[in-house]
């Protein structure tokens, strides 16, 4: 795994960083003290870690987990089934619903600051009363107030551009040299110069999106002082809005090819962000004060509405372009969730998202009105005020009970229906490998039939979220009344007309998903202060991010940094360096095999001829190609083995859950290649090496599973004839590395 350390990889105890700095680097065995552990003879194995990138300081782990929908809006255009669209209209779709994410943050805060205490709390004494922190705020007039209040989620974009941004100096200098691509030329593929470098696009739209968080600020505030008393409020409300369509104009616009017209572009943008935001506020704080009126902020739940609004319609249109531009896969495999992983992965990031806000906003206003959780059907003393959420919350609360509940029956449902077939398949592999079972061991042969039977759930995960996106895509029906600011109470009161039966039933049923959700939040929040004071828990989350994170951030810059910025140039390098003094096998386990794939796809035709690949527990096929068609799917497959001159070996064991084969016809699957020498890559490993025990044993031999390959003896058998078959050049032995984590 990605933060496993250098000694378990290499199965040696005293080890050496001879490349690399504490965040990622190259390791040996230190000189003297003998071989890696099951390393060939002749062989210099090297081992790359790139842990810290991924599993590193405690706090930057934990602030992670806040960025999950951000990962995931990022994540979703790379599932796309061509690869022709990245800078073009589903690019653009994916681009507006990640800037719709900013502006939802924005508004959570401000609905929280502002709005909950400043124009719902301070104002009532009973909610301020026992409270010093809020007390003070009364002496304030209702406009300065809330031009102080806005100064908070200004700073917690501040603070959101900082954690995106954490990691550019650990990327230093592992970019590529050649020059910056044009955008139209980095919609190929993996093999394209300079494929894996986002930096210029990641500063592109970190400055739009910050120009989206401060006008959504703007809007708000200028909203709730009421700007209609004087014609310089209306003027600059309608400047912040326009700086809200002018940044969404620019996400939809083609990243500038270079950094000097990016900067041409961006200064302008800059100082009118400035420039807006400073007469708001100053706007705010000069206005007198106003009586204030009962109920939410002056354009808040009209706001929250809308951009719900425009979520839907974004993910309508995100999931037709898709549909539209997928195409059939010629082996006959069909792509995951028939090629429409973007839309639901953006629908993901979405509901991620509102679970956050929703969570946010609900959790301080139980707060502040002391325990009560308002409702049209249970209103708060009237000296309390209103303190109610938007509506657009109630109706998340809801769904996201409602999807919870069907994903799960789903979940149940697909495992229940598909045992059977996975039952199947485990009683002719273990009737393959095991065909005469003593009595005394059927036991054992019942364990392994059940270890296989459960990892074959990872090829059953579609239904699921096929079911999600249905759930979310029927949520969009919830549109229209939130723009009429109609709560799920006040919907099934006016169905029914019964007030004190439907109405408590539905006002109940949304409290329940308020808790739901505001746990599971909770949940995620705990397992971040786990990652903080455990490194074993930071290993976990960082399997997470080694699947979320592989990608560039071409769609929200305020998501999780990509490591592959880093650790693809880095190992591309490091393998040409050492491919020049003589053959190298690239050996990759799990996610490592994917970074091994795109090493190669990056590599010169110089260095090629001298370079064989190893892969084991590889879900290049299993997971990748079925997520990614347009970037790793059957065609990068045959290109990387044609590229290697199918000087290339994939390990794989029935009893992985992640890992399987890449080619030829196991389990159903038909041929991806059509050269011959595919179907020589694929080698299966039996798993466990035997039922019974052995003699000279206590116990039997253990289920390997997912990890370890490398103290098989196939493993070593595979590693001398890769290196006899690259060749050998030069004086130097050949080097079997680097071996990426899992």
């Given at each position: 795994m990605s933060g496993a350390s250098a000694d378990k990889i290499l199965g040696h105890p005293i080890v050496v960083r001879v490349a690399g700095d504490r965040h990622a680097g190259f390791y040996r065995p230190r000189p003297g003290t003998g071989a890696a552990g099951g390393a060939s003879p002749g062989i210099a194995v090297e081992a790359y870690r790139w842990g810290a990138l991924t599993a590193g300081a405690a706090v930057r782990t934990a602030s992670m987990l806040l960025l999950v929908p951000f990962m995931l809006s990022n994540l979703a255009i790379w599932l796309r089934p061509r690869s022709d669209d990245r800078f073009?209209?589903?690019?653009?779709?994916?681009?507006?619903?990640?800037?719709?994410?900013?502006?939802?943050?924005?508004?959570?805060?401000?609905?929280?600051?502002?709005?909950?205490?400043?124009?719902?709390?301070?104002?009532?004494?009973?909610?301020?009363?026992?409270?010093?922190?809020?007390?003070?705020?009364?002496?304030?007039?209702?406009?300065?107030?809330?031009?102080?209040?806005?100064?908070?989620?200004?700073?917690?974009?501040?603070?959101?551009?900082?954690?995106?941004?954490?990691?550019?100096?650990?990327?230093?200098?592992?970019?590529?040299?050649?020059?910056?691509?044009?955008?139209?030329?980095?919609?190929?593929?993996?093999?394209?110069?300079?494929?894996?470098?986002?930096?210029?696009?990641?500063?592109?739209?970190?400055?739009i999106h910050v120009g989206i968080g401060a006008g959504t600020v703007d809007v708000s505030l200028l909203a709730g002082v009421s700007p209609g008393r004087s014609l310089i409020g209306p003027l600059?409300?309608?400047?912040?809005?326009?700086?809200?369509?002018?940044?969404?104009?620019?996400?939809?616009?083609?990243?500038?090819?270079?950094?000097?017209?990016?900067?041409?572009?961006?200064?302008?943008?800059?100082?009118?962000?400035?420039?807006?935001?400073?007469?708001?506020?100053?706007?705010?704080?000069?206005?007198?004060?106003?009586?204030?009126?009962?109920?939410?902020?002056?354009?808040?739940?009209?706001?929250?509405?809308?951009?719900?609004?425009?979520?839907?319609?974004?993910?309508?249109?995100?999931?037709?372009?898709?549909?539209?531009?997928?195409?059939?896969?010629?082996?006959?495999?069909?792509?995951?969730?028939?090629?429409?992983?973007?839309?639901?992965?953006?629908?993901?990031?979405?509901?991620v998202a509102a679970a956050f806000t929703a969570t946010l906003v609900f959790r301080v206003a139980d707060h502040l009105d002391r325990g009560h959780i308002p409702d049209p059907v249970r209103p708060n003393p009237p000296s309390y005020g209103p303190l109610e959420p938007p509506v657009a919350y109630w109706w998340a609360a809801i769904a996201?009970?409602?999807?919870?509940?069907?994903?799960?029956?789903?979940?149940?449902?697909?495992?229940?229906?598909?045992?059977?077939?996975?039952?199947?398949?485990?009683?002719?592999?273990?009737?393959?490998?095991?065909p005469n079972v003593p009595a005394d061991a059927a036991a054992r042969a019942h364990l392994v039939r059940e270890i296989i039977t459960r990892s074959q759930v990872t090829d059953e995960l579609g239904p699921m979220l096929v079911v999600f996106f249905v759930v979310s895509a029927l949520g969009l029906a919830t549109v229209a009344l939130d723009l009429l600011g109609i709560g799920p109470t006040q919907l099934a009161t006016r169905l029914s007309g019964q007030h004190d039966q439907i109405g408590v039933v539905a006002a109940y049923t949304t409290d329940i998903g308020i808790w739901v959700i505001s746990l599971l939040v909770v949940a995620l929040l705990l397992l971040g202060y786990r990652a903080y004071r455990s490194h074993e828990t930071r290993r976990l989350v960082a399997v997470l991010w080694d699947l979320g994170t592989f990608w560039p951030r071409t769609v929200h810059p305020f998501a999780p940094p990509c490591y592959a910025a880093r650790a693809v140039p880095e190992l591309t390098k490091r393998v040409a360096a050492l491919a020049a003094r003589g053959p190298v096998v690239i050996s990759g386990h799990s996610h490592g095999s994917v970074l091994a794939a795109a090493t190669i796809l990056q590599l010169s035709p110089a260095a090629l001829p001298s370079v064989a690949l190893l892969t084991h527990g590889c879900p290049l096929r299993r997971i990748y190609a079925r997520l990614y068609p347009a970037y790793l799917g059957d065609r990068t497959l045959c290109e990387l083995g044609d590229r290697l001159d199918w000087r290339w070996r994939n390990l794989w064991r029935d009893t992985d859950p992640i890992g399987g084969p890449l080619f030829g016809r196991h389990r159903g699957a038909q041929p991806s290649c059509d050269n011959p020498a595919a179907g020589s890559v694929d080698v299966r490993l039996r798993d466990p090496r035997a039922i019974t025990i052995d003699p000279a044993d206590t116990v039997p031999p253990p289920v390997e599973r997912h990890w370890p390959y490398h103290t098989q003896p196939q493993y070593q058998a595979a590693v001398r004839e890769l290196a006899d078959r690259a060749g050998r050049a030069g004086t130097t032995d050949p080097v079997a590395g680097p071996e990426p984590p899992t």
């Open positions: 073009g209209l589903l690019g653009a779709l994916c681009r507006l619903l990640a800037g719709s994410l900013t502006a939802a943050l924005m508004l959570a805060i401000i609905g929280v600051t502002v709005n909950l205490v400043g124009w719902q709390c301070v104002p009532y004494a009973e909610c301020r009363a026992d409270r010093a922190y809020l007390s003070w705020l009364v002496a304030l007039p209702m406009g300065p107030r809330l031009a102080l209040l806005s100064l908070i989620p200004l700073l917690a974009l501040r603070l959101f551009w900082s954690i995106g941004a954490r990691s550019a100096r650990t990327f230093e200098g592992f970019g590529p040299t050649s020059p910056e691509p044009e955008p139209s030329e980095m919609t190929e593929s993996l093999t394209t110069p300079g494929f894996w470098d986002d930096e210029r696009i990641t500063a592109w739209l970190r400055q600059l409300l309608d400047a912040a809005a326009a700086l809200v369509a002018f940044c969404a104009v620019l996400l939809c616009l083609p990243v500038p090819a270079s950094s000097a017209q990016a900067r041409r572009l961006l200064r302008p943008l800059w100082v009118t962000v400035a420039v807006v935001t400073c007469l708001s506020l100053g706007y705010a704080a000069a206005t007198p004060a106003t009586e204030p009126v009962v109920g939410q902020l002056p354009g808040y739940q009209g706001s929250t509405g809308g951009l719900v609004a425009t979520q839907g319609v974004l993910l309508v249109a995100i999931a037709v372009v898709t549909f539209r531009r997928q195409k059939t896969n010629p082996t006959g495999n069909r792509p995951f969730l028939r090629g429409l992983g973007t839309p639901v992965v953006a629908a993901m990031s979405v509901s996201g009970l409602i999807a919870l509940l069907l994903v799960a029956a789903a979940a149940a449902a697909t495992l229940v229906l598909t045992r059977r077939r996975r039952r199947t398949l485990a009683e002719r592999v273990v009737g393959q490998d095991y």
